[in-house]
């Protein structure tokens, strides 16, 4: 497998065209899945759907022939599967109960539909196409254990880890360990990669970065790389900005994916460290055009010499049309730099 390659090798690809694939890759731009979306009814219910879950997985993978396909689920499966009520109301995003630690109780039977969906997948996938699993990283889940819905500034979550930090440490731990268990069953169910998805480290201090994201990261890498050698990692602190690369350093993920504020000049120091994922702005892909051959252009002649992934800075916008991946697909693929 292409990305594999990339990543375990950390070089170029032997064709020296990066392997693409797109976070929510899946999603509400493509009118296929807003077909099943309506049959399925509730977002909850196309998650825990084998059948349903599978299928949203394989169809941008039909339709533009990526190198990787990301299992359809949500970050928020693991509160759930502690035993936290978890809903997504119709056009206001996730919201969840409140939050008692004392009565979490780590549930992986629960999460047994995600399993069997990717082995589903795993099966109907062509060979060379990688599957990725996913877990949001214990500081990103714990923001909307805490806040209970989403937020732009998680202040609630963020006065909680600085006057409990004890508190705070249990909850982490809790998460840590229950995120662990889950990403190795789901390795074992035919995942071949791994990303762990921090979403919200950009609001962190630098001293509650290393605690409340480097250190978690660091444990879960190490578990999962006792477990599954073989299986690569990839790590995305969302917003770190600066601290990237010490990140890098600490948590040594096989690959760090890139939000779209990285500079071009960190991306290429980075890119020294480990293999490099991202960075394309999904507003680019939006607008489509120049814009985007522009965008892409920069990116393949400053990063496809090392080892990367072509993929966004964040996930495709819902507005996307489905003929701009299109484009930036042949693009990437017909790049000649």
């Known amino acids: 497998m292409k990305i594999i390659d990339v990543l375990k090798n950390k070089s170029v690809s032997e064709d020296g065209i990066p392997p693409i694939w797109l976070m929510r890759q899946a999603g509400r731009y493509l009118p296929e899945y807003r077909e099943l979306r ?29 190198d990787a396909a990301i299992i359809f689920s949500d970050i928020l499966v693991i509160p759930h599967a502690l035993g936290q009520h978890l809903e997504f109301a119709k056009g206001e995003g996730p919201k969840l109960g409140s939050l008692d630690l004392s009565k979490l109780k780590y549930n992986s ?31 990103t889940v714990a923001c909307y254990m805490v806040e209970g819905q989403g937020s ?36 074992k169910a035919g995942a071949n990669m791994v990303q762990i998805f921090d979403s919200w480290a950009g609001v962190l201090s630098e001293e509650a970065f290393e605690k409340w994201s480097i250190k978690p990261a660091q444990k879960i890498v190490s578990a999962i790389r006792q477990k599954h ?18 990140y890098a350093k600490m948590v040594k993920p096989d690959g760090l994916s890139m939000d779209t504020s990285v500079p071009m000049d960190q991306a290429v120091e980075l890119q020294k460290l480990c293999t490099v994922q991202g960075n394309l702005d999904p507003v680019s892909l939006l607008t489509g055009g120049d814009v985007l051959d522009r965008e892409i252009d920069r990116r393949m002649e400053n990063l496809s010499k090392g080892p990367y992934i072509f993929n966004l800075g964040h996930g495709v916008i819902k507005e996307t049309p489905p003929e701009h991946v299109t484009q930036l697909v042949k693009r990437v693929r017909d790049y000649h730099g």
Request: contains cysteine.
């Open 38 to 66: 309506a049959t399925a009814g509730d977002f909850l219910s196309l998650c825990y759907n084998p059948d349903w879950a599978s299928e949203v997985t394989l169809q941008p993978i039909r339709r533009f022939d990526l």
């Open 109 to 139: 039977d629960q999460l047994s539909p995600v399993y069997e969906a990717l082995s589903k997948t795993r099966l109907a996938l062509d060979p060379q196409k990688a599957l990725i699993g996913f877990i949001g990283a214990p500081w």
């Open 152 to 187: 732009k500034t998680w202040d609630k979550v963020r006065l909680l880890a600085a006057q409990k930090p004890d508190y705070f440490q249990d909850l982490i731990d809790t998460v840590t360990e229950a995120s662990i268990d889950y990403l190795s069953n789901q390795i």
């Open 229 to 246: 050698p073989e299986t690569p990692i990839i790590a995305f602190p969302r917003g770190a900005g600066t601290k990237m690369g010490r």
